[in-house]
T-cell receptor
Framework: AQSVTQPDIHITVSEGASLELRCNYS??????LFWYVQSPGQGLQLLLK??????LVQGIKGFEAEFKRSQSSFNLRKPSVHWSDAAEYFC?????????????FGKGTKLTVNP | KAGVTQTPRYLIKTRGQQVTLSCSPI?????VSWYQQTPGQGLQFLFE???????NKGNFPGRFSGRQFSNSRSEMNVSTLELGDSALYLC?????????????FGSGTQLSVL
């Protein structure tokens, strides 16, 4: 079955430090991959997505992600974290099974930013 | 341009009751999806509607149902509430149910079942 694993439940970084959030997926076909961010009390906002082409994709708020097919990974990175980046981050894969399409989300990584 | 609007923002119900949640998509969006978010299970897909028709359904019992109106607004209903139904219910809209289409999420309805 299709699945998304985010190994880190909670990550704490200092403001200005670099960030990498890990995401591994399990999906037999070409994956459509997404990263969403959720601030407290809010819905999810799309940061970036990958369908094909260049494996390094740029998103909003200075985030980028790299698709590595050999590792079934789609890790999210940011070179310098800001306090406003504190939120929960979700990786997702768009799957098709039995003719039905749906987004499968990882369980999320909560990011805390220390001043 | 208004975003996805979900009402009510908070709900408190007791076991055995039923509840109806509402979602108004972004103007022009015709596809609406519903997700349940809990600390233990994370985000789980409930169902998706397009042009008043249910296109997909997740692995939830029949107590969970939904519908979409001609103006694309959607409602979901949960009957015979159980304690485990306590969750944040998120609605998302998009132009159409194309694969990889960007979803716009509402802020959700927080349901507490006592």
């Amino acid at each position: 079955a299709q699945s998304v694993t985010q190994p880190d439940i909670h990550i704490t970084v200092s403001e200005g430090a670099s960030l990498e959030l890990r995401c591994n997926y399990s999906y037999g076909a070409t994956p459509y991959l997404f990263w969403y961010v959720q601030s407290p009390g809010q819905g999810l906002q799309l940061l970036l997505k990958y369908f094909s082409g260049d494996t390094l994709v740029q998103g909003i708020k200075g985030f980028e992600a790299e698709f590595k097919r050999s590792q079934s990974s789609f890790n999210l990175r940011k070179p310098s974290v800001h306090w406003s980046d504190a939120a929960e981050y979700f990786c997702a894969v768009d799957t098709i099974q039995g003719g039905s399409e749906k987004l499968v989300f990882g369980k999320g990584t909560k990011l805390t930013v220390n001043p | 341009k208004a975003g996805v609007t979900q009402t009510p923002r908070y709900l408190i119900k007791t076991r055995g009751q039923q509840v109806t949640l509402s979602c108004s998509p972004i103007s022009g969006h015709r596809s609406v999806s519903w997700y349940q978010q809990t600390p233990g299970q994370g985000l789980q897909f409930l169902f998706e509607y397009f042009s008043e028709t249910q296109r997909n359904k997740g692995n939830f019992p029949g107590r969970f149902s939904g519908r979409q109106f001609s103006n694309s607004r959607s409602e979901m209903n949960v009957s015979t509430l159980e304690l485990g139904d306590s969750a944040l219910y998120l609605c998302a809209s998009s132009w159409a149910p194309s694969r990889g289409e960007k979803l716009f999420f509402g802020s959700g309805t927080q349901l507490s079942v006592l």
